[in-house]
């Protein structure tokens, strides 16, 4: 088909939009049959109705509304949608759009955390939605090999999602017509002293005395001061809950722990889990709060007194 005479063949592509309940907004599934992945466009109204276990897959998503955007990455979308309806700070979101494996195609965490660190430069760089800060995306860990595969799924979900409706990954060719939409500082959606990386899987030297941390007269959990920041040790509970007055950056914190695999059940006890692996955090009062899932500071750590063996509630 050629129909502009200054429009070179680059790389052609079909896209199937399915709208599985009818109706023009409603649902929609947006695919590729040369893709790895697909997109899933909704409505935030329908979060409630999602049937979590059709929706227990790693994903990208991202959250629109009212000019601005949040991008997540999750390895249960179904659960890590849920905890978003129930946070006030995601009220002005609209509409969702997934990235999800294509059928057949073993679509990963590390791809979603991909997609996430990648996808986030390039709203950033697009400038068409103003992006919410949560917790800072990192870059995983990549194979030279895989890095071919991970760079055609990024196209690909970029094209898919422009076609699902969500043009944002693009910079636009009239940005210079426009006011730079920036970044929402993380001033203005976390409390100042929230900001940082956590890190999962640590092996850290211990920087002198050990503490301990007791909640609700339930959880109890161990850490220790690590250089300028503290670890929460393995062995330690986590609580399963999480506080609506807990920040957006530590449920974002703590969905990443869920996500992780790195808690295991505790017999007898629904309330919490059992960390498996050392976490450092960027303070004693970050540690307490995604320990708690609560707004808690850091005077719920005392210090063990190294002569009496803390007890451990089961």
Not at 74 to 95: C, I, S
Not at 144 to 170: C, H, M, N, T, Y
Not at 214 to 232: E, K, N
Not at 281 to 296: D, E, F, R, T
């Amino acid at each position: 088909m050629s129909l502009f005479k200054s429009k070179a063949v680059l790389a052609r592509s079909t896209t199937h939009i399915y709208r599985p309940y009818g109706g023009i907004a409603d649902v929609r599934e947006v695919t590729d049959r040369a893709a790895h992945v697909r997109v899933l466009d909704f409505p935030s109204t329908l979060i409630s109705d999602i049937i979590a276990s059709e929706l227990a897959c790693p994903a990208f998503y991202a959250m629109v509304g009212s000019g601005r955007i949040y991008l997540g990455e999750t390895n249960n979308l179904g659960r890590r949608l849920g905890e978003h309806a129930a946070d006030p700070q995601k009220a002005f979101v609209q509409r969702v759009f997934v990235v999800r494996g294509a059928e057949g195609f073993r679509f990963t965490k590390d791809t979603a955390v991909y997609l996430q660190y990648t996808l986030t430069q390039a709203a950033k760089a697009g400038r068409a939605l103003q992006v919410m800060a949560g917790c800072p995306p990192r870059l995983p860990e990549l194979d030279p090999l895989d890095v071919p595969l991970l760079e055609r799924i990024l196209e690909d979900s970029k094209r898919l999602l422009f076609d699902a409706g969500l043009a944002a990954f693009e910079p636009s060719p009239f940005s210079g017509a426009h006011e730079q939409i920036a970044e929402i500082p993380a001033s203005e959606t976390v409390e100042a002293d929230e900001t940082g990386p956590m890190e999962i899987g640590v092996d850290l030297p211990r920087g002198g005395s050990e503490f301990e941390l007791r909640y609700d007269d339930t959880l109890w959990a161990h850490g220790y001061p690590a250089g300028d920041r503290f670890v929460v040790a393995a062995g330690s509970d986590i609580r399963i809950t999480t506080n609506p007055s807990a920040s957006a950056v530590n449920r974002a914190r703590r969905a990443a722990l869920f996500d992780a695999g790195v808690l295991s059940p505790i017999p007898g006890a629904s309330d919490r889990m059992r960390l498996t692996v050392d976490v450092a955090l960027p303070s004693m009062a970050i540690a307490a709060a995604v320990a708690c899932g609560a707004h808690v500071d850091s005077s719920k750590w005392r210090a063990i007194d190294p002569n009496q063996r803390p007890l451990m509630h089961l």
